[in-house]
């Protein structure tokens, strides 16, 4: 960009110049006329070859080292083999649209080619965003919903049902995939699963991980999963190319 833009100005410099503005259509160009413009179409032609010392182009692309971190998973909900080589980790926010659309549109696609297949393991982590206001308690209810047996059924049905996260309508949510409502609403009010949101938007910040949905892939060591932290709904061809390449590394 910058490169043109100089190319741009030259241009312009010439075509104001006084050597072609005091020329009317009826003057020939002198030698001497001839021989400056001739020698500024050499200097604009200069900008255009590549040197060493030219500035790069800021709308080129330039790849980005990849960032690695370190995230503890104990208690956290997954799915897939234990035994798998990788294990992705999702920072997530269920008022999130950025996250509606990663796990409607790409991790399905994931889930079909890498966990169902043995190869990635998948976990959650909440991130509730301050500007959510329902986020902290659609966590909390997901957890809620664990104590019946059905955190992925209940977290599946806030993905499909953005419109409707606030506080009044999670029991029924809750009484759609056949949870008993009752306990369902005496768990989330008594907010004991808070300090569980909390301890994983901790793990979040720590890491500076600010932003959701933001995904971990890499191998497990201990109680944390070591990888490389991508950011955004990505599209699928890009976190299919960084899964194959952790794949081939020891």
Known sequence: MLKMQIILFSLTALLLSPQLTTISEAEPLSKKQGDIIIDELRQIRKLLQHTPEEIPDATDPTPQPEER???NIVASPMIGKKEAPLTM????DYQCPF????????????????????????VVQDLPLPSHQHAVKDAEATYCAEEQ??????RKRLILNPETLDAA???????KI????????????????????KASAA???????????????????????EGIKLIGALPFVTIDQKIKKLLKEN
């Open 169 to 175: 309508a999670l029991p029924f949510h809750a009484s």
């Open 178 to 197: 056949g949870l008993d409502a009752a306990k369902f609403t005496t768990c989330l009010k008594s907010g004991r699963f808070s300090e569980k949101v």
């Open 149 to 154: 047996g059905k955190y992925w059924e209940f």
């Open 99 to 122: 996250c509606v659309s990663f796990e409607t549109k790409i991790f399905p696609e994931i889930k079909r080619k890498y966990i169902d297949t043995g190869k990635l393991r998948f």
């Open 69 to 71: 971190v370190s995230v």
């Open 203 to 225: 793990n979040a910040t720590s890491q500076n991980i600010n932003g959701t949905p933001t995904i971990i892939i890499g191998r497990k060591k201990g109680a944390a999963v």
């Open 89 to 92: 980790v999702l920072f997530t």
